[in-house]
């Protein structure tokens, strides 16, 4: 089958294309800098931001799309690029599938579709959108925080989050040495706390485990690429903080320091996360998330 697949040079059209040339699929790959041309893979040049995708001459044989391009920052939209993106791209593929007679569409989502921020409210209406299309077939995918892996890395989510715990660890870690040289105080081990449920689970998923289930799925409905059995935060903050050298101690409530008034503030847009979420799973293989692999990703993500 000849499928377009839009943001096909991206962290998951990467590991994705492959798969679905594996399958015996010929892919057309579209973004404003595409892949390079291989067996089965042709690149194009396109823009979802504009009319039927930047194309001025479109193939023919087109018969599915995989919509992945998108903006999946967790912050504000303050210049309005996650909307314009997500939410009017979006409209765009519709039409582009609609004009061109497509008659399926697979489109990448998120598990996170709660309305907290900008990204989770986009996705949310890009699903209503495309249930109530006239496309006659769609497919939608909705995984949690796709963890990169050594073949596909990627700094996503949780890594830039556990950068910020180090950066902000660092940054107290020089002044305490200086204040406890300066005035002779005995070495005291610092407490790094978090807001946070330690029983919640934060649904972190392999991005192998995840194209490996969009490549294989074919019929129409929305299935959810999440992570049988993940984590709870609190196994997550014992990984962490060991590999790190950090004392990390999970509180649902408490009277912040200075620094934890800053982390905070910098960290705000992850708060949602850390109260857990629990979803279901449609994902028939994927191997569970370990010490090893948490800890596997942080050095990737600090080397």
Same mark, same amino acid.
């Given at each position: 089958m000849k499928i377009l697949v839009t943001g096909a040079n991206g962290f998951l059209g990467s590991a994705l294309v492959p798969r679905l040339i594996q399958k015996g699929h010929q892919i057309y790959g579209l973004s404003r800098h595409p892949p390079a041309p291989g067996k089965n893979l042709i690149p194009l040049v396109g823009d979802i931001l504009q009319p039927n995708l930047g194309l %001025?001459?479109?193939?023919? =044989?087109? /018969?599915? @799309? +995989? +919509?992945?391009?998108?903006? +999946? /920052?967790?912050?504000? =939209?303050? =210049?309005g690029s996650i909307w314009e993106t997500n939410v009017e791209g979006t409209q765009n593929v519709i039409a582009f599938c609609l004009k061109h007679n497509i008659p399926h569409l697979y489109f990448t989502s998120t598990a996170y579709t709660q309305g907290r921020n900008p990204y989770e409210r986009s996705k949310a209406l890009c699903e209503s959108m495309i249930k109530t299309s006239d496309i006659p077939k769609v497919t939608i995918f909705k995984p949690p925080i796709i963890m990169g892996m050594a073949e596909h890395f990627y700094p996503g989510h949780f890594s830039q989050f556990v950068a910020l715990v180090i950066k902000i660890h660092q940054r107290a870690e020089i002044v305490r040495r200086k204040i406890e040289g300066t005035l002779r105080?005995?070495?005291? *081990?610092? @407490?790094? /706390?978090? /807001?946070? %449920?330690? *029983?919640?689970?934060? %649904?972190l998923v392999p991005i192998d485990a995840v194209v490996d289930a969009m490549a294989d799925i074919e019929e129409p409905g929305t299935f959810w690429l999440t992570h049988p059995s993940p984590p709870t935060l609190r196994q997550l903050t014992e990984w962490v903080g060991e590999f790190i050298m950090v004392k990390i101690k999970i509180e649902p409530a408490f009277k912040p320091t200075p620094l934890e008034v800053i982390f905070e503030k910098l960290s705000a847009a992850f708060t949602p996360y850390l109260w857990g979420d629990d979803f279901s799973s449609d994902l028939k293989q994927c191997p569970p998330i370990t010490k090893e692999l948490i800890t596997a990703t942080i050095k990737r993500a600090i080397a």
């Open positions: %001025n001459k479109v193939p023919e =044989d087109i /018969r599915a @799309v +995989h +919509h992945l391009a998108a903006i +999946h /920052r967790l912050s504000e =939209d303050k =210049d105080l005995p070495i005291i *081990e610092p @407490v790094f /706390r978090l /807001r946070a %449920n330690p *029983e919640g689970k934060l %649904n």
